[in-house]
Structure formats: structure tokens, C-alpha cells
């Protein structure tokens, strides 16, 4: 339930709160290898201090990283007042705005989070099945049969011509084009990873009067402005379903409609969250499906007779062994019990992804690349949660999936998969856990 907290999570126990253990390196040293080792370190930890440790990094102070289904639970329904997610993730506030849905916290975040939620609603999906088709197919048809293509980047393309047409609404033309330019320019300048860590070692508040970057980020607002006036005046929003003209139409229980600052700061959020973490997922689905005949057949023969059950369980398989992020986060306000134990203020509560989908107790042979698992049982609120959880839970969950099922679908019927090269890595990319050469397939004809 969306918006059901726990009282529970109000700190009532007495005594000092204090971080539990962990490595106690040098910040230089401990920062540096989570930079490079990320999922290596939170394995190390996990099987060195358990299910509760403190990481510190430089700026960014204690992380406790958490991987009991229990206290995933507390952090999830906790109370949003005392668990902030907005102030964690501020170093994005240049690119998406004051206003973005992501940064902000407390009732200001509810009340963007309730106008954003309808148009993400499950069923209204399928109103981006014909376009989600059309652009994969082109896309598809488009590779090479012999030799190994990179999935990531092909999969960005689609990614990003989704949200254009679903989310922005833009149509075919010249429109279209700057403006597909203009964004991949500057998401270019943010997920490199070279040039993301000069930036994030600016700080968001000289990030934002840092003349280069200003310019990318205005090239795109004008287009952006140019894109929400013209609907605006265009008057045909009722018989619209794009993602920003349903925002556009959005009220509040005052009768309160999104202004033009807002509606930039979310298409830019929808696009940042969405853009990338789609093409990833999706990468490693197919990099998983290449090397795994038997699975692939499966799912062959699925789409051949219209079903989607296992196709699904691909998704959600792919989605816990290959977690596109390894961690949410939560500053606490105020200190709180988590686990047994009292955290302090200030500490951020990092609820890890990657070590609750690799708990062999809830996922027998957690290595294994195994769909069937969420066919015999459905996956549980707290030990499946690639999309976060609680009051923050991603509001594209839905839209992910739809559209990894689409494409997914639309390849299997057009290509055969064969695996190219060595198995492949995660390796981190900012913050997306990436295969370590693009996700390298051949997709041979059928
Ligand atoms: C496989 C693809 C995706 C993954 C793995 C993913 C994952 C996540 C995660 C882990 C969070 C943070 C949740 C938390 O703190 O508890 C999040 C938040 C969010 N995501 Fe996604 N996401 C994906 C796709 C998308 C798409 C397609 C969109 C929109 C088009 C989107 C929009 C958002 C938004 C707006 C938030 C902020 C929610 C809030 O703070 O209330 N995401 N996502």
C-alpha cells in the first residue's frame, strides 16, 4: 500500500545510538574501493559483519547498509518524516531541479508524488504498446546478423526514443530531433563515467555556477519550455496520452495544476531515472537469455503461443541477479531502531538491493539465473525489490516492465540469440551496475 507508515519505526527505545561495525579504513581507501569494487565490497562486508555494517565515504559520511528482509520491512514503512530519501540523493539537484520528485522530501514530496502516480498507473501501460513495438522493431531490425552488437548502447536508443514519444509526447520531425540530440549530449556529460566523478567532486552548488555545464543544461530547458507552451496552447490535450500531457491536465485536491518550472524538473527526473536504468536492465536480460539456452527456449516457445507468464519471470529474474542499482538510500532525521539497534541522527540507512536478491535463504542457489523461481512463488515485498520500496518506491516500475516485456518480445520473434565472447561483469557506471563490455550478443536471424 502506497502510503500506509509504521509507528513502529518512531524511535521509542532508550540508550545511546551508535553505528554497528565495520571496515575501519582510511575514507580515502574505503571510498575508492567502493568507487571501483562495489558489488565486491558489499560481499566482503556482508560475509565479514552480517546483515547490518557502517561503509564510510568521503562527503557522503556513514552509510549502513542493511540486508534483513525485517529491517528492509522498517526502513520501507517507516515514517517519511524521520527516513529522508530527497536529501540523500541532492549531488543530483543541477540537472533535475528543486522540484524534482526525487529530491524532494516530507509532505512536498507526497504531494508531487500523488500528481506524478495516475498516469504511471499498471493498466495504463498498454495505451505505449504500439510505439514501444514499432521503435524496438526498428531497432532490431537494424543489427547486424553476423557479428556481436553491444546491447547497452543499442538499448539506450530505445530507451530514450520511449521516453521521448511516451513520456514527452514529442512527434516525428525536426522537434524530435534536436531535441533527442540535445539529451543525449548532456546524459552523455552525466553518466561518463570520467567526467561524472570531476562532477560530482564539484558539489551540486558549484556544479550549478559552472559556466559549461550551465549551457548544457540551458540548451535543453529551451527546448523543453518550448515543448510544455506548446502543448499547453495546443489544446488538444484531452485526447492526448503522453506522460506530460497527463501532467499537464493533473490537479491537486486545491485544484493546484503543475507550473512550467515543475513540469521541466519532472520530465527531466523521468528521463534521468528512467533512460538508463530501462537500457541496462534490459541489457543484461538479453546478455542472460544468450548464454542460457534452455531458458531462452522457454521463453521462444512462450512467445510463439502468446503467453507472458515466463516472460515475466525473465524480467524479474534478470532484475534480482543483475540489480541495475545496488542500494536505496535514507538519511535518518532523528535517531531510529532499525535491526535492534538505535542508529544515530544522520546516519544514512542503505537498504542493499544486491545482498537481500543474493540471501541463498530466500533464494536457494542465488547465482544461479533460474525464471522458474517467480513462478513457483511470487516475489515478496521486501526480498524483491530492484525498484526501491515504500513512499519512494519507483514510479516507472510498471513502465520498466511493460517495456523490457516488449522488447524482450519483440527480439525473441525476430532474432536468435547466441552469446559472444566471455561471460561479462557487472562494472559500475556512476551509479548503474553495467555488463562489463555492453552486453555483447549476436542476434542471428530466425
Ligand atoms: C529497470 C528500470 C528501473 C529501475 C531498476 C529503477 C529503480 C529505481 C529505484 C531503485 C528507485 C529508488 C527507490 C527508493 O528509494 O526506494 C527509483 C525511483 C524512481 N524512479 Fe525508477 N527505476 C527504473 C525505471 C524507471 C522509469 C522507466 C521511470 C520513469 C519513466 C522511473 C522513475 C522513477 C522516479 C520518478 C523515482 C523517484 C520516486 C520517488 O522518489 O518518489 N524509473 N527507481
Not at 549530449?185 to 562532477?199: E, G, H, V, Y
Not at 530466500?362 to 511470487?378: G, K, W
Not at 516485456?405 to 559500475?428: I, Q, S
Amino acid at each position: 500500500m502506497e502510503l500506509a507508515t509504521a509507528d513502529t519505526s518512531l524511535v521509542q527505545a532508550s540508550g545511546t545510538p551508535e553505528l554497528p561495525p565495520g571496515p575501519d579504513w582510511p575514507v580515502v581507501r574505503s571510498t575508492a574501493r567502493w568507487w571501483r569494487r562495489p558489488l565486491q565490497t558489499l560481499e566482503e562486508c556482508g560475509a565479514r559483519y552480517g546483515d547490518m555494517f557502517t561503509y564510510r565515504l568521503a562527503h557522503e559520511g556513514a552509510w549502513v547498509f542493511i540486508s534483513d528482509p525485517e529491517a528492509v520491512k522498517q526502513v520501507f514503512t517507516g515514517d517519511p518524516r524521520l527516513l529522508h530519501a530527497g536529501e540523500a540523493n541532492t549531488v543530483l539537484l543541477p540537472v533535475l531541479g528543486e522540484h524534482s520528485v526525487l529530491l524532494l522530501d516530507e509532505p512536498q514530496h507526497m504531494a508531487q508524488r500523488k500528481l506524478m502516480l495516475p498516469p504511471f498507473h499498471g493498466k495504463r501501460m498498454q495505451a505505449y504498446g504500439e510505439v514501444m513495438t514499432r521503435i524496438a522493431a526498428e531497432e532490431i531490425d537494424s543489427w547486424p546478423a553476423d557479428q556481436p552488437v553491444r546491447m547497452r548502447p543499442r538499448m539506450q536508443a530505445v530507451t530514450l526514443e520511449v521516453i521521448l514519444r511516451a513520456v514527452f509526447g514529442v512527434e516525428e520531425g525536426e522537434r524530435l530531433s534536436l531535441l533527442r540530440d540535445e539529451l543525449r549530449r548532456m546524459l552523455d556529460l552525466i553518466s561518463n563515467p570520467r567526467r561524472a566523478i570531476f562532477l560530482l567532486l564539484l558539489g551540486a552548488e558549484r556544479l550549478r555556477r559552472f559556466r559549461p555545464f550551465q549551457r548544457y543544461v540551458e540548451r535543453v530547458d529551451r527546448l523543453i519550455y518550448a515543448e510544455i507552451q506548446g502543448r499547453r496552447a495546443s489544446g488538444d490535450l484531452a485526447g492526448r496520452e503522453d506522460i506530460l500531457s497527463l501532467l499537464l491536465e493533473a490537479r491537486d485536491e486545491d485544484g493546484r495544476e503543475l507550473s512550467d518550472r515543475e513540469l521541466r524538473d519532472e520530465l527531466m527526473t523521468l528521463l534521468f531515472a528512467g533512460h538508463e536504468t530501462t537500457a541496462t536492465a534490459l541489457s543484461w536480460a538479453i546478455q542472460l537469455l544468450a548464454r542460457h539456452p534452455a531458458e531462452l527456449a522457454r521463453l521462444e516457445g512462450e512467445v510463439e503461443s502468446e503467453g507472458e507468464d515466463y516472460l515475466d519471470a525473465v524480467i524479474k529474474e534478470t532484475l534480482r541477479l543483475r540489480p541495475v542499482v545496488a542500494l536505496v538510500l535514507r538519511r535518518l532525521v532523528e535517531p531510529m531502531e532499525i535491526g535492534g539497534r538505535l542508529l544515530p541522527a544522520g546516519a544514512n540507512v542503505a537498504p542493499s538491493i544486491y545482498l537481500v536478491h543474493r540471501r541463498p535463504d530466500v533464494y536457494p542457489e542465488p547465482e544461479r539465473f533460474r525464471p522458474e523461481r517467480f513462478i513457483e512463488r511470487p516475489p515478496g515485498t521486501y526480498t524483491w525489490i530492484p525498484f526501491g520500496g515504500g513512499v519512494r518506491r519507483c514510479l516507472g516500475a510498471s513502465f520498466a516492465e511493460f517495456e523490457m516485456a516488449v522488447v524482450l518480445r519483440e527480439l525473441v520473434r525476430r532474432r536468435r540469440l547466441l552469446p559472444a565472447g566471455a561471460v561479462e561483469h557487472p562494472v559500475r557506471r556512476t551509479i548503474t551496475m553495467v555488463p562489463s563490455r555492453g552486453g555483447e550478443v549476436v542476434a542471428a536471424p530466425r
